[in-house]
Structures are given as C-alpha cells and as structure tokens.
Nanobody, 125 residues
Framework: QVQLVESGGGLVQDGGSLRLSCAAS????????MGWFRQAPGQERDFVAA????????TYADSVKGRFTISRDNAKNTVYLQMNSLKPEDTAVYYC??????????????????WGQGTQVTVSS
C-alpha cells in the first residue's frame, strides 16, 4: 500500500512558476513509476507527466512539454513537478499517482493504482 500526499499548489499569475511535491509512504518508492495528472472543472483527468522507476526516463503531455519538468528523489520518497511559464489553461487540480514497476510510457490513468488527494493550481490572466 502506498499513500501519496501532494503539496505546493496555489495561485500564480500568467507566466509564473510553481513546484508541486508528492510525498509517498512506504519503503519501496524507488520501485514505483510516478505520474502527474490534472483535472479541470467538468473535464477528464488528463495525463501531465510520468517518470519511470527504473531509469528516470520521462514522458510529457504535448501541452506541457518544454515548460514542466518531473523529477524524483528516492531518498526522500518524493516526486516533483516543476511548472514554469504557467498559463491560465494550466488551472486544474493536480494529482500524483503511483504504479509498482511500470514505465514512463504509462500515460493513461487506468495504469495507476494509487492516487493522492490533489492540490489546486490556479493561474490568473
């Protein structure tokens, strides 16, 4: 069982930056592929980024490529999402997700077994 707790959300202006963190419980964090998803009001929960357990390989949604960076610190059981050049359309609740093993190519929410409660990101224009 893995428990995930996100933090770092907030209100930021267009063009600003935020860093989200996701702290995971458990002793085998390094064995989990980690993902970030987001859900805007009335929308589906969409893939944002993923980082593999085995190689730190990463995958990004086209909408965030070049602006967002996912990284992990296995010693701290934490995955991060650095978000730069934020836009109003990035406004959403951001969720951290985990799957034992897996791959950074797991871009669908169905592949993930564990989810955090989410953190709100609001970008004002």
């Amino acid at each position: 069982q893995v428990q995930l707790v996100e933090s770092g959300g907030g209100l930021v202006q267009d063009g600003g930056s935020l860093r989200l963190s996701c702290a995971a419980s458990g002793r085998t964090f390094s064995s989990y592929t980690m993902g970030w998803f987001r859900q805007a009001p009335g929308q589906e929960r969409d893939f944002v980024a993923a980082i593999a357990w085995s190689s730190d390989s990463t995958t990004y949604a086209d909408s965030v490529k070049g602006r967002f960076t996912i990284s992990r610190d296995n010693a701290k059981n934490t995955v991060y999402l650095q978000m730069n050049s934020l836009k109003p359309e990035d406004t959403a609740v951001y969720y951290c997700a985990a799957r034992y093993g897996g791959s950074n190519y797991y871009t669908h929410r169905e592949y993930y077994d564990y989810w955090g409660q989410g953190t709100q990101v609001t970008v004002s224009s």
